[in-house]
Every structure is written in structure tokens, then in C-alpha cells.
């Protein structure tokens, strides 16, 4: 009797340390494939690391490859695997292609799936991650939702599966790695100290693939009025390469990418962060920054409605004028955090107690 975690992206790895600790501590039978989705140290190996999670049993080194290719090689490789280890049951974390493969593979070969993150919605069918999330929640045999938003979109969509509200995850090693953001060194590596300054990713092919797209939104948040810290992704460092962009003496400083300890220490210490990651929006709303969204729909509508998220896609005007209403209004803002929609803390208690009652 054991459950098999299917991971394969930093997010990923994030979101399913808890549930991994809390597995082990309550003795649960639990082994972690890695498909390789993010084969880049720096987007994955530096994460199991950082928050001390248990290396995985096998790893499929999928690599890159386009969606369609990554989602096959991925269904191919896990068969194997799934037909000799032959798992109880599969947990598969948030909507990435690893995330659809695993969900897939499992169903089609007569295993049960778990799905951590469900019922997140954005209404964007362009969206890759959109359709895998739906497809997943609509294979899975058990459903754990973060929010009620998430709950209440699988109910009205009438989920076979068995949903559980009970909270986020990402929420949970949030909060058990405060202490190690407090004694990381990057604000000081960075010459940051008592200093103003924005935080950016971006990395989604609908804003980096486009060289008008990418140009027009640095143009914009360089109007920030402030220093952009700039962890480029690996895809979008080849963008940048291959477009021939180089952001030269602007504000916007682009670093490697950094660990989610460091990303942490950055967000508390920030004033506003620029992102089109789903996670990111949620790590920034716990720290307190509000955030602009810049792609055009987000699934954590929450957010949006609290007045502490703005959508602004690459919109160069909305992204100036997003801006600007954050520094205005900037004391309002910090009023609005009051209440947290993703949970207390103890989601990943929550799930490991439904795992070990359903394969019990």
C-alpha cells in the first residue's frame, strides 16, 4: 500500500513539501517521481534542498520539449513505472503538464488520482494550464480545494470525485519557512537595505514568445520609479537572447534565478510585485505586497476582488496606470490583508488524513 507524488516544477515541489512531511510523519507509504519537467537546478534540485524534502525514488528526465511532447513522453515513461510499483493511489499538485501526464497515465492504467490545488479557475481555455487543471479535476477520484471559490467551482461543475475543502498547501510552507526568509542575506547581497524596490518574473509563452509583447511590458514597469528585481527564468533568458533585448541601465535589474527562501526575503521586503505566476500572486498576497497580474484572467479571483491584485496583462497603459494607483493609494492597500481565503496552515494535515482513510 503506498501513494506515488508526481512532481516536475519548482511550484510543484513547493506546494507538495508539506504534504511530504506530514506523510512521513504520520508513516504514510509515499514515493516521489520527478518527471524532469524542470531538469534546470536552479528550478528544481535547489528546491527539494532548500526546504529538506526527501529525494525522489526515480526521476523520468522528460526535459523540454513543446506540451504535446513533454505531456506523451511523460504518460510513456510513468507506465512503466506505475505497472511495476503499482500504487494505491497517485497525488498529483496544481496544473502543470506533469501534473496532466501523471493524472492520465494513472486512469488510464486503473489507478485512483488525488488532486492537490482543485477548482482553480481562470476562464481562459488558451491558457495550457487551464485545461489541465480541468481535466484533472474532472479524472480524479478525490479533490482537495484551497479556497472556497476553488470548492464551489467543482461543485457547479459536478465533479464525480469527492472534494475537500481544506485550505493551501503553499500556504503551509509558507508560513513554516518564515524564519529562514528572516535570516537570508539577499536584501544585503542586493544593496537593498531601506531602499524602495519591485519584484518581477515573468516566463509565460504568451508574454516572453513575443519580442513587441516582452519590449512593451519592460517599457511599462520601467516606469515604476523604483529599482525591478528581475529573477530570469531560464525560457525567459533564451527569449530575451534570441529578441535581442537588453534592458542596459534601466531600473529593472535582472539576477540568476534565486531559491524560495531568498524569493521570500524579497517579497516581505518589497514594495510591489509585477508577475504572471499563479503562485507568486498568492506568496505576494501573504507578504503583504500587492501585486500586479500580467496576464489577462487569474484563477485566484479572491485577490482581485480584495482590492490587493491587479490584472493588467502586458497592457503598457494599464501596467503604468496599475502602478501608479498602488504608490498613491499605497497606505489604503496595506489594510486590505486582513483576511486570508487559502486556509490556516494545516492543509497538508488535512490531506494526509483523507489519504490514509482511503487506502487505510
Known amino acids: 500500500m503506498s501513494i506515488a507524488l508526481i512532481v516536475g516544477t519548482r511550484p510543484q515541489i513547493i506546494k507538495s513539501t508539506p504534504v511530504i512531511k506530514e506523510a512521513l510523519k504520520q508513516r504514510l507509504p509515499l514515493q516521489i517521481v520527478h518527471t524532469g519537467q524542470h531538469y534546470d537546478k536552479a528550478l528544481s534540485q535547489i528546491f527539494f534542498e532548500e526546504l529538506s524534502a526527501p529525494e525522489p525514488f526515480v526521476n523520468l528526465d522528460v526535459g523540454s520539449g513543446s506540451h504535446v511532447f513533454q505531456t506523451a513522453e511523460i504518460m510513456l515513461r510513468l507506465e512503466k513505472y506505475l505497472v511495476t510499483e503499482k500504487p494505491s493511489l497517485v497525488l498529483v499538485p496544481g496544473d502543470t503538464n506533469s501534473a496532466l501526464a501523471g493524472a492520465l497515465a494513472s486512469v488510464k492504467l486503473g489507478f485512483p488520482v488525488a488532486h492537490i490545488e482543485s477548482g482553480a479557475r481562470c476562464y481562459d481555455m488558451e491558457m495550457a494550464e487551464e485545461v489541465n487543471r480541468r481535466l484533472i479535476d474532472h479524472c480524479s477520484k478525490i479533490l482537495f480545494a484551497p479556497t472556497k471559490h476553488c470548492k464551489e467551482n467543482l461543485l457547479s461543475e459536478k465533479v464525480l470525485g469527492e472534494v475537500y475543502l481544506v485550505g493551501d498547501t503553499m500556504f503551509d510552507v509558507f508560513l ?9 542575506k539577499v536584501i544585503d547581497e542586493l544593496n537593498l537595505k531601506n531602499q524602495d524596490f519591485a519584484v518581477l518574473t515573468t516566463h509565460r509563452a504568451e508574454n516572453v514568445d513575443d519580442p513587441l509583447k516582452l519590449r512593451a511590458m519592460f517599457d511599462a514597469i520601467e516606469n515604476a520609479d523604483m529599482t525591478v528585481i528581475f529573477p530570469v527564468h531560464p525560457r525567459t533568458q533564451n527569449r530575451l537572447r534570441e529578441s535581442g533585448i537588453v534592458l542596459g541601465d534601466s531600473n529593472i535589474r535582472p539576477i ?3 531559491g524560495y527562501i531568498e524569493m521570500l526575503s524579497l517579497l516581505k521586503h518589497s514594495k510591489i510585485v509585477f508577475t504572471d505566476s499563479g503562485g507568486l500572486q498568492k506568496e505576494a498576497f501573504w507578504s503583504k505586497v500587492p501585486c500586479l497580474t500580467l496576464r489577462e484572467k487569474t484563477e485566484w479571483n479572491e485577490l482581485v476582488e480584495m482590492g490587493v491584485s491587479f490584472v493588467t496583462g502586458v497592457d503598457s497603459t494599464k501596467i503604468v496606470n496599475a502602478t501608479k494607483y498602488v504608490n498613491n493609494n499605497y497606505s489604503d492597500l496595506k489594510t486590505r490583508f486582513a483576511s486570508n481565503p487559502f486556509g490556516d496552515g494545516k492543509a497538508s494535515e488535512r ?10
Open 176 to 184: 513554516s519557512s518564515q524564519q529562514e526568509a528572516e535570516k537570508s
Open 351 to 360: 490531506i494526509v488524513k483523507v489519504l490514509v482513510e482511503t487506502i487505510g
Open 256 to 258: 540568476n534565478p534565486i
